[in-house]
């Protein structure tokens, strides 16, 4: 099975401030189809997940544009601009290019 | 507005059997993949199991050849058959729909708000 390695596992961040969590995964998420099977989610704090990017860089619908998501292959990225209170949760990628699917632990961040 | 409703669980004892279901309602259900996921106490998400819109599954290492997902979709609804359920089994369960019709089922955009299931004796 593939393993998705995320960091940190805590992200303390001032409001405003950027935010970046980090996917690593032991083997390519790029299919032949030029998509790099790789989401994004926020679970929110007693809340079920939302999807927040797919496909790598797509933003879901509603999400605000301040998250982006980025990256290639077997390293991707998603970035906040400015830290908002209501970003607080648990954010969690996965990869879809080959079940079983896969989550990487979860990043939690906080508000300093 | 899409709605995916979970029922069925509930406190088992230790190789018990559950069966959870989930109403969908607000979309083209036949058209879409559906996946459960679970999320055991205090712990991150974990994938079980998915379901193509053509009757295609899948599952995780860890519920393979104990658990079976499947659909009717005359009714709007899936299903997690769970046999010889363990305590690692704990968890709230999520039945999530694929973004995309057709037979990737992978992207969750819509989720419901999960059903406990605990496994003791």
């Known amino acids: 099975d593939i393993v998705i390695t995320q960091s940190p596992l805590s992200l303390p961040v001032s409001p405003g401030e950027p935010a970046s969590i980090s996917c690593r995964s032991s083997q390519s998420l790029l299919f032949s189809d030029g998509k790099n099977y790789l989401d994004w989610y926020l679970q929110k704090p007693g809340q079920s997940p939302q999807l927040l990017i797919y496909?790598?860089?797509n933003r879901a619908s509603g999400v605000p544009d301040r998250f982006s998501g980025s990256g290639s292959g077997t390293d991707f990225t998603l970035s906040i601009s400015g830290v908002e209170a209501d970003d607080v949760g648990v954010y969690y990628c996965m990869q879809t290019v080959i079940t079983p699917y896969i989550f990487g632990q979860g990043t939690k961040l906080e508000i300093k | 507005e899409v709605k995916l409703v979970e029922s069925g669980g509930g406190l088992v004892q230790p190789g018990g059997s559950l069966r959870l279901a989930c109403a969908a309602s607000?979309?083209?259900?036949?058209?879409?993949?559906m996946s459960w996921v679970r999320q055991g106490p205090g712990k991150g998400l974990e994938w079980v199991s998915g379901?193509?819109?053509?009757?295609?599954?899948r599952y995780a290492d860890s519920v393979k050849g104990r658990f079976t997902i499947s659909r009717d979709n005359s009714k709007n609804m899936l299903y997690l058959h769970m046999n010889s359920l363990r305590a690692e089994d704990t968890a709230v369960y999520h039945c999530?729909?694929?973004?995309?019709?057709?037979?990737?089922?992978?992207?969750?955009?819509?989720w419901g708000q999960g059903n406990l299931v605990t496994v003791s004796s």
């Open positions: 607000g979309f083209n259900f036949n058209t879409y993949g």
């Open positions: 999530a729909k694929g973004k995309n019709s057709g037979n990737y089922w992978g992207s969750f955009d819509y």
């Open positions: 379901m193509s819109s053509g009757d295609r599954t």
């Open positions: 496909l790598g860089s």
